[in-house]
């Protein structure tokens, strides 16, 4: 009776560890924002050209972007991988076209909210 009661509360407690992986895997990190101004999955950076695309959508990069990923606050954009799921936020430019100024990479299963019509100034 000993082993089958052992193999149950072993198969209860990996439960409950991959529930809780799983929950976690759908949020984010304390220091990542609420609202994304867009997001989707990364195509390309290009530092030279000046832009991200993302879904297939080019979009101005500017030269200082600042890269966040769940383990580190600040990163490179040379750390960034095609089709990771990326949050974006823009600032808005003079031209009516915002440059995307911070990007910060996102969990897997996680959906964004985003509000794409405020821009950061």
Not at 94 to 117: F, H, N, Q
Request: proline fraction near 6%.
């Amino acid at each position: 009776m000993k082993p089958l009661y052992a193999v149950l509360t072993g198969l209860a407690c990996l439960a409950i560890t991959a529930g809780t992986a799983w929950a976690a895997a759908d949020r984010l990190p304390d220091k990542y924002p609420e609202y994304f101004n867009d997001a989707g999955a990364l195509d390309e950076v290009s530092m030279e050209r000046g832009v991200v695309i993302i879904d297939d959508r080019a979009l101005p990069i500017s030269m200082n972007v600042r890269v966040h990923t769940p383990n580190t606050q600040f990163g490179s954009y040379r750390s960034l991988k095609k089709g990771q799921k990326v949050g974006i936020h823009v600032t808005s430019g003079g031209s009516g076209k915002g440059t995307v100024d911070e990007i910060w990479v996102l969990p897997k299963r996680y959906k964004p909210t985003l509000r794409r019509g405020e821009t950061r100034h």
